[in-house]
Structures are given as C-alpha cells and as structure tokens.
C-alpha cells in the first residue's frame, strides 16, 4: 500500500513543502527513509515504531520505505515525525488514506505517542499559507503562536492517538481552535525611559534622529558615561511593530528555537565582543540565523564594537547595505533578512579614561580597527562625555520629562516624522537611511539633489558620506515638521558627521 502526507523543511527562516511518501510492500521487515534525511529524521524510525505500538496500533512487519520529497533538499530535525506515522498509518490501513489529502503535520513524537513542540511553528504556519495544504495539525503547545498566521486553519493535537482520532473523523471531532497568544498594547521598552538618562542631551537627539530615519548611530565616550543607558532605551522610542512586522520577529524567533515575548516588542540583540563572524551574521549547517537577522526590525547594540574581530566587522558590512544576509554552502544558498537598527558604542582610545597617556600609535592602532568602508554605512557620530555632577544628581524625573525628553513625548515626534515619510514614499515601512530607496526621492527630486550635493562638497563630503548626510538632513527636517530642506538642518546633519570623517581619516 502507498500513502503520502505534507509537512514542511526550515530552510533558514522560511518553510519549504515536503511530501513524505510511505510504501508497504511484503519482504523482509525492514523500515528506510530516503531524500536526504540527517541523523535526527533517521531516528524518527524508533520513535514512530514505539508511538505505534504504545499508542495500540500495529506497526506493520513488512518492508516500509519512506521518502521525503523534494529529494535534493536537506531534511533536518524531529519536525517530519507526526507526518511519518501518519503516512505508515494510512498505509496500513488504520486511517483513510484520503483523510491526508488536505492537512500538513508539524511537530515530534515521544516514545508513548504524545507530541512535543519543535521550533518553527510560526514557519510552518507561513509556508502552509503561501503553498498549502492550508490545514495544519501541530502540538498543542505550538497552536498558539502558529494561528498568529492569519489564512490558515491551526488544529492543536496532543498525542498521536487523537490524531488518528480526527482522521478517522474528518477533523469534525476536534476540540475548539487554536486561539493566537493575546496581542497587548503596553510595550515593554518604555519601562526603560529617556527621561532616566539625566544630561547627555546631543545623545539623546542623535537617538531621535536615528529612530526616526532608521540611520545607523556610533557612540563615541569614556567608560561609565551612559552609552550602554541611552542605547537600551531607543527601541523604546520606536514605534510598535506592525502586523507584518510582528510576523516577521515571530518566524525569526520561532525559526530560532526561542520563545516569543508578548506583547510583541522590537527585538533589542546586544551580542558580546567575542562574538564570532558566523554568530554575528549567521553560519553553520545547517545555516542558523546570527545577531543582526535575530535584531531584524529592532536594534542591534554593538558595545566596544573596537574590540569585535576585524573578521566580524567586516562581515557586517553588506547586511547593513543590502538589508540581508546570504550564505551559501555548497549547493545550498539561504537568505536570511537582516534590517536592524545598528547602535554601536566605543572608547575614544584603548585606556578608556577621561585622563589619557595612550602614545599617538595606540590611538591610531585602536582606531584603525573600524575600516573606513565600515564607517561609511554609519550615519551619525555622537561624542558622549561625562555630564556636570550636579545635572546627573539633581532634579527629579518630573522636571526632566518636561524638557520633552521622555520616551513618550520623544516617540510622539518619531511617530509623526515617520508618518511623513510614509506619505512621501507612498507606503508604510520606508525610511530616509534605507538606502534601497533614491537619494533624489528622499531629498525631493533631481535639481534639489544637485544643490545639496553641491553643498556637501564644499563641506568636504563626497560619495557615500554626502549621500549619507542629506539622508539624516532629511529625517531632521521631517521631525521639524519642513517640507524641504534648510540650511539648518544641513548644518545639523554635518555636525553628526564631522567625527565619523575624523575616525575614516585614521583608519
């Protein structure tokens, strides 16, 4: 006898069909899988044998091969076990083979037959949408997350017995849908406030700029005077992710193998030093997601980014153009999105003190290791020192968040800078420093384009660095409320890239 059922294969953080093919023919007993399996489907064997039996089925005695189709692509993980023993059971004739036609299984047996949770739920749910069948049977405990995919009908199970259970009735015995985890309106950012952060008011308007743009910020400073404060507090001037942003951070996550944080929040990475170039823009094999794919629509905080490898910087380097990161092994390419918001923070020498006897030569080795092809895809420059000791101990948080400077009133105006960029771009989700869109579309067309560059270069500016700047002197005009771009906010833009010129001249 012949049946097959759906299920889907992690390719990266996207899902890709895959039929498994069951034939039972008379011989010898014997049990195969074939397409490509890696160690952990090759066991499913053992674990579909023994949920066979201790869920009371028979498990036929007979020459049983399964093949996972497309054969060429690499099949990885426990996920293809409830779609194995669905297919041995319809080929045994214990389930109506045509009860499969339309449903996809997703999910790992245990040796009694119950089901456990495997990682990429959301994944599935996406891929089952996109190419069907569009009836999905997952773990009870994945339901939740996998109906946050609208289009898609999510059926929790909780053992193999009840999944036998609903094919023999046509899934008109199932209990109540999956209802997706609950969606709240507090974000949890804002538990971090701007108006903690006493002083340091360039930092805080280089955050501002940076989130209404999207521009990429380095923090320049001695050890101690709040870089690592003001960073964590900017995804709490973000605006909250949208829908489709909110599927996007949940396919990452869940394609990651990690919980997902609710009320949804833009992801805040902050990867230590020694992190390796695989673990910061992803590797491995199969290929896992780095630091900036998991910070994809949020903020990826690099501190003592001088310290990080010259191996991992570098590679940093195209995801921050592209919005990407492609790796290819062998004959296996995988794409994964990689737009995050990149803050980095460093010492202005090795010492770090705000009393210095570093020689020339170790400034210079120090600063050197930012290349200056890496410093031209950031786009502001703050210089952080330390704030008088009366502004830091004096007044209470209510007097500073009238300056204007507390999250909600600084996401209020990031809000509405982002709402006219919207309306220029003509759709949601574009920003002045992406720098996919037209420099001439950001600035208002090509005659103005030509003035500004002409400015730029008797600033000093050429290239990428000029393109850069009238980037943030956009994104300045826009929170000012102008609808083109003024000297002042030129001179503004240029002062956030005077020290990012300095630090390209030395490396």
């Known amino acids: 006898m012949f049946a097959h059922a759906h299920t889907f294969a992690l390719e990266g953080v996207d899902g890709i069909r895959v039929t498994v093919e069951v034939d039972v023919r008379s011989g010898l007993p014997a049990f195969s899988i074939v397409g490509l399996p890696d160690r ?3 066991e499913a064997r053992e674990r579909v044998r023994s949920a066979l039996l201790n869920s009371d089925f028979e498990f036929p005695l007979r020459r049983l091969t399964v093949n996972l189709a497309p054969a060429s692509l690499q099949k990885a993980g426990p996920s293809f076990d409830l779609a194995i023993a669905a297919a041995v059971l319809a080929a045994s004739e214990q389930v109506p083979a045509d009860a499969l036609a339309g449903i996809a299984l997703w999910g790992e047996l245990s040796l009694d037959g119950r089901v456990r949770a495997v990682p990429g739920a959301v994944v599935a749910a996406l891929a089952a949408r996109s ?50 985890l609950a969606i709240g309106t507090a974000d949890p950012h804002l538990r971090l406030d701007l108006a903690d952060v006493r002083g340091q008011e360039d930092a805080k308007r280089a955050l501002e700029i940076a989130a209404a743009g999207g521009h990429n910020l380095l923090m320049v400073g001695p050890p101690g ?48 030093h020694t992190i390796s170039p695989q673990g910061l823009v992803g590797g491995g094999a199969p290929p896992r997601p780095g630091e900036v794919t998991l910070a994809h629509r949020g903020v990826l905080f690099l501190d003592e980014i001088n310290e990080l490898s010259r191996a991992a910087l570098e590679a940093l380097r195209q995801p921050l153009e592209d919005g990407r990161v492609q790796i290819t092994r062998g004959q296996r390419t995988v794409v994964f999105p990689a737009r995050p918001l990149l803050v980095a923070a460093c010492n202005p020498c090795p010492c770090g003190g705000s009393v210095c006897d570093c020689s020339h030569q170790e400034r210079r ?30 007044g209470d948080r209510e007097a500073n968040d009238s300056s204007g400077n507390s ?12 709402a006219r960029q919207h309306e220029r771009f003509g759709r949601a989700g574009c920003l002045n420093g992406d720098t996919q869109l037209a420099l001439a579309q950001v600035v208002g067309g090509r005659e103005r384009l030509a003035d500004l560059l002409a400015r730029a270069g008797r600033a000093g500016l050429a290239g990428r660095a000029a393109e850069r700047m009238l980037r943030v002197a956009r994104t300045i005009a826009d929170l000012e409320g102008r609808q083109t771009i003024s000297d002042q906010d030129l001179d503004e833009a240029l002062g956030l890239r005077i020290g990012l010129g300095a630090l390209r001249a030395v490396a």
């Open 40 to 42: 952990a489907v090759r």
């Open 225 to 272: 005077v709040g870089k690592t404060m003001l960073a964590r507090r900017l995804p709490g001037l973000l605006p909250p992710p949208a829908e489709g942003e909110v599927i996007d951070i949940a396919r990452i996550r869940s394609a990651a193998g990690m919980p997902l944080e609710w009320p949804p929040a833009r992801p805040f990475r902050a990867p230590h």
């Open 407 to 418: 999250s909600r009133v600084v996401r209020s105006r990031v809000l509405a800078a982002r």
């Open 365 to 394: 080795r120090y600063a050197r290791k930012l290349s200056g092809p890496l410093l031209d895809r950031i786009d502001l420059l703050c210089e952080v020192g330390r704030p008088p000791l009366g502004t830091v101990s004096g």
């Open 131 to 180: 190419v069907g069948p569009r009836t999905l049977l997952v773990p009870q405990e994945s339901a939740p997350e996998a109906a946050l995919v609208t289009g898609v009908d999510v059926v929790p199970v909780q053992s193999l017995g009840h999944i036998a259970q609903l094919l023999r009735s046509g899934l008109r015995e199932r209990s109540e849908p999956a209802r997706p």
